[in-house]
């Protein structure tokens, strides 16, 4: 046994220190696009606990890969394959540690699962509002640690803007209590926005502070059948002008996208599934009433059908019914993975240039590939989409990916760029973008980032390769 792993035991107790048996669920990321062999995986249960896995990691020489729900979806979370990382799992700090109701803040550990963070938030009687299709485990410090967007960002901004404070391990293990839930605070350099967003390669969170908001008294969900994304992004401007700050989610899908939901999840039913060429779900939350977000919803409704950019469209009348077109939209990523391997790009574009973009990546890509599928969803009201791509139909997934990865990427990513976009809205950079970065970031910008890690972390030994290569 090495001598790092005596005092690791000696530090956090045998049971938290694990070398032996399977592994393979800290090991693996979810897309399955990687598995790597950690010397451990260790296990903190408090700030000082994990303060002393960092000074002996640091001290041995050792790097750190951060771990939270390991639903990141750009392999940012996992060991490499040299079996000398040391995994340190967030797992077991999750407690919720206070509600201020009066400061609108929870302060959460970084190992809390974010659906447990709504339900702390609910039961208090305030609205937590990030939302992922994975909120059921992942957890708080990785949204910080990718400021995960998801469904609401368009009203409640993504995880940066609902963070107010953080408790941060330095990579020489000294603990930074940032912790304020203050919304004003203008003296210095903001550590706490360096921190959110920098995938484990700063620093590990351990606890944040974020925003509450009251509850609205009603959620209403709509699905709208668009013919096109020209006249999804219409619907937009309508949705922006007859609901203000009521629209709390905006989102698109693609119907080829709809169809492998339909396919491997026969059981949801997709509203007008065979007529239209895109979805657009909906959300409008009122702080008056139920009757008043409906009125409000079916005005906005009845215009987008007059002008002609929806053709069809229905309002949701139960809370189930609701939680069930929600539950089709979730399904995409389940959907597709289980259509097999598919090449990811999560982008952002400004909402106004979307429908141009599409076009044009998408006619590069057909003349690239013929019969190639395009998975294509996401957060159209924050100009986020998942423009993925599918192998042709009957085509073997491994060899796509061997030969159609990289050409792909490069096809999407410039394109991206032409049209003023960033090759990653919300999952991250990881280990799978890191090669494209400085295609797309400036020397400057680059330059700066590479400054700051080694500021932070002298060593490289804080999650490296991943964002930059080391
Ligand atoms: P992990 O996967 O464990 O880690 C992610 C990164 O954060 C890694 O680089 C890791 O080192 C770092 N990290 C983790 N914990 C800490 C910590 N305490 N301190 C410092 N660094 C840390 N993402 C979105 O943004 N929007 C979506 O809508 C969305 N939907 C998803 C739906 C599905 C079905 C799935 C599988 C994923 C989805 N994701 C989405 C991606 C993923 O859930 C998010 O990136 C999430 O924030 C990751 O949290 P995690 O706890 O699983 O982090
Ligand atoms: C989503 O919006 O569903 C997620 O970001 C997951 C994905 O991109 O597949
Ligand atoms: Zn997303």
Redesign the pocket.
Known sequence: MSELIAKLRAALGDAQVLTEGDLGAWEQDWRRRSRGKALAVVRPGSTAEVAAVVRLCAAAGTAIVPQGGNTG?VVGGIPDASGTQVLLSLGRMNRVRAIDPANLTITAEAGCVLQSVQQAAQAAGFLFPLSL?SEGSCTLGGNLGTNAGGTQVLRYGNARELCLGLEVVTPQGEVWDGLSGLRKDNTGYDLRDLFVGSEGTLGVITAATMKLFPQPAASLTAWAAVPDMESAVALLGLAHRGLGASLTGFEVMGRFSLSLVRKHFPQLRVPFADSSPFGVLLECSDHESEAHARAQFERLLERALEDGCATDAVVAESLAQAAELWHVR?S??LAQAQEGLNI?H?ISIPVSSIPAFCRSAEERLLRAIPGVRLVNF??LGDGNL?FNVQAPAGADGPAFLREWEDPVNTLVYDTVQEFGGSISA??GVGSLKVDKLPHHKSPVALGLMRAIKQALDPQGLMNPGRVLHP
């Open positions: 979806l299709g979730e995409i990523t990811k999560d996401g957060h998942h919300e999952h």
